[in-house]
């Protein structure tokens, strides 16, 4: 199967509106930052947390950030590898101890991965006392399992669980793995029985990114992208990236993945791939069709809705 490369002006010249510095009405959009939108309007743009100026982001002390969406398009980051702030209503707490990423499942459920540790925050019991850390409350982590993997990263499987992904000492490789319980029961915050990981793909190559829709999987690992596909023995190979590694993915409903480099994002879809965003070093989440750009130098955060009519065939 051959794969081509086909750039976002030769999909849209003629059929498209670009966005760039100064473009944006109140709120101006950061230098080098471009966006190209179908011209019919199907696919929107919106701020919802507008770039920090950079006197105020010489104040802040975030690094390490890891940008999640929970189920009520809450924007979360994760900071200093041990922080979680909710920027939706202000909450920032700490687990006193370092964190490597976290997730929300479909019931909004909160999964935490740890140097060694798969858990959650356990209830809290409104009459007692948090301890404090530089004056931010210190929130407990009851740990579920244990990780066979190093340096994990972690993603919802869509269906109740998770996957993870790293360095597999034992293989001497990096690896995704799934959280699997008996019965194929879902994940509960610990009360269903686990039964074991389970191993999903195997790389040679740094997996930097894992991406579920339907009952597909997608990984990144180094410039290439593989959909894992239930009941194929093989991955197939969705993109070769000419010239970046391929550092996020997000899925759309409709089957389409957005992925992220060191100088944008682009868009697959049926077997069609274009780039449709510049920016260094973007971080990006999927919610339901709506798509948020996370530019971790300004804290800005994008929204484009409706991705799965950004290519559409008549």
Known sequence: MKYFWMAVLFLLLGTSNVFSQDASGEVPFPKNLTVVLPKDGTVTMDWIAAPL????????????????????????????????????????????????????????????????????????????????EKGIPVFPFQPLCSLPLKQCGIVSNNRGSVYIYGYDPAMNAYAVYELLYEGNKAYHKGEKNLKGWGKVFLSSDKISAVAAVGGEVYVAAGRRVFKIVSGQKEPVLVLVHPREAVTGLAAVPDGSIVYATGSGAGLIKSKMVMEFLKYPSVRIAQQKNDLLVFLPDNLGVLKLTNMDKFITRK
């Open 53 to 132: 100026s950079a006197e105020e982001i010489g104040k802040t002390v975030m690094r390490d950030v890891v940008f999640r969406i929970d189920q009520n398009n809450n924007v979360w980051l994760g900071y200093n590898q041990k922080y979680l702030a909710n920027l939706g209503d202000g909450l920032n707490f700490s687990l006193g101890q370092p964190v490597r990423d976290f997730v929300f499942l479909d019931d909004g459920a909160l999964c935490i991965v740890t140097e060694t540790s798969l858990g959650f925050i356990p209830p809290i019991d409104n009459n007692g006392t948090l301890a404090q």
